[in-house]
């Protein structure tokens, strides 16, 4: 596998000796992670359509895979080629390729559409015309949380967690698996790492980095509510499914209290009480209906 100096190497190479390359900028600084070698890069071009094409095919090594994000998700990528590359020894590399309005805009964090995937860190390796201002920002700021919830944000994901709550149980009552496995893991998930973020964060009583995709909440959470949190993670048995329901409602519950008491809000118990009772409701009604079929 190569190293990063190597990476490094190939890189600078390349793009002093492409004219259409004008600056190259190193981003998302990714902390040192087991079985990840990644390096992300950044080329301001004086002409962004000649990387509509594969580039880069003969340029870095043996390559097992390219993916275009800019053609799947044009809109996380405005005036962008985003060329992701994976290599045959196990390095992967990304290559943005754009003008210099656009590498300002998203440097200077004014594009609008929010994209998780891409970090805040940049260090400018290589300015051929002296065309950018200073660049380097080396501390990641994108996976810090820290604020807590005003009354109205904090009933107001109340209200939703108990509404997406709603529409999973009914998928999952009509056995419509796709649609309630989407609606647990995305719809309910996120109002339940919402809470849990808030109430990570006032535990800590500073702003803590949950990580992309909270991907450090095992870290972050009490064991025993992390714990819990792995019980909303089921298979794809509908007991299993109705278990994971009790574990995202009662963890739901236990959070949103400590939450609503340590801001001095009163959590919505009786909302809660009047959903749970609306959703039993539509399992009896299910189940009675279910019952009628089978009997004919």
């Avoid at 260090?123 to 109205?152: A, H, M, N, V, Y």
């Avoid at 209200?159 to 989407?182: C, D, G, H, I, Q």
């Avoid at 939450?259 to 809000?265: E, N, P, R």
Wanted: aromatic letters at 14%; proline letters at 3%; a negative charge.
């Amino acid at each position: 596998m190569r190293s990063e100096t190597e990476i490094l190497k190939q890189i600078m190479d390349m793009a002093a000796g492409e004219p259409s390359i004008r600056a190259v900028i190193r981003t998302n600084f990714l902390p040192k992670r087991e079985y990840q070698h990644s390096y992300e890069f950044y080329f301001v071009v004086d002409d962004v359509e000649k990387y509509e094409n594969d580039t880069f095919k003969d340029c870095f090594g043996k390559r097992i895979l390219l993916y275009r994000g800019d053609k799947n998700y044009p809109e996380m990528f405005p005036n962008t080629k985003a060329h992701l590359m994976v290599f045959e020894d196990g390095i992967t590399l990304s290559i943005d390729v754009s003008d210099k309005d656009t590498f300002l805009s998203r440097f200077n964090r004014e594009q609008s559409y929010e994209n998780v995937w891409i970090g805040d860190t940049y260090k400018k390796l290589l300015d051929k015309d002296g065309i950018l201002p200073e660049i380097e920002r080396l501390e990641e700021t994108q996976t810090l949380f820290g604020c807590s919830p005003s009354e109205e944000e904090f009933l107001g994901t109340c209200n939703e967690f108990f509404w997406v709550l709603k529409t999973f149980s009914e998928y999952t009552l009509r056995k419509e698996l796709p649609s309630a496995m989407f609606y647990l893991n995305i719809a309910v998930r996120d109002m339940l790492n919402k809470m849990l973020r808030w109430h990570i964060y006032l535990q800590k009583g500073t702003p803590v980095d949950m990580g992309i995709l909270d991907s450090k909440m095992e870290k972050l959470l009490e064991k025993e509510l992390f714990d819990l949190y792995k019980k909303t993670y089921p298979t794809a048995d509908y007991d299993e499914i109705w278990k994971a329901f009790d574990a995202v409602v009662e963890l739901f519950h236990k959070v949103g209290y400590v939450i609503a008491k340590k801001c001095g809000y009163t959590y919505p118990e009786e909302t809660e009480k009047n959903m749970l009772s609306f959703i039993s409701n539509l399992k009896t009604d299910i189940g009675n209906i279910t019952e009628k079929i089978f009997r004919k």
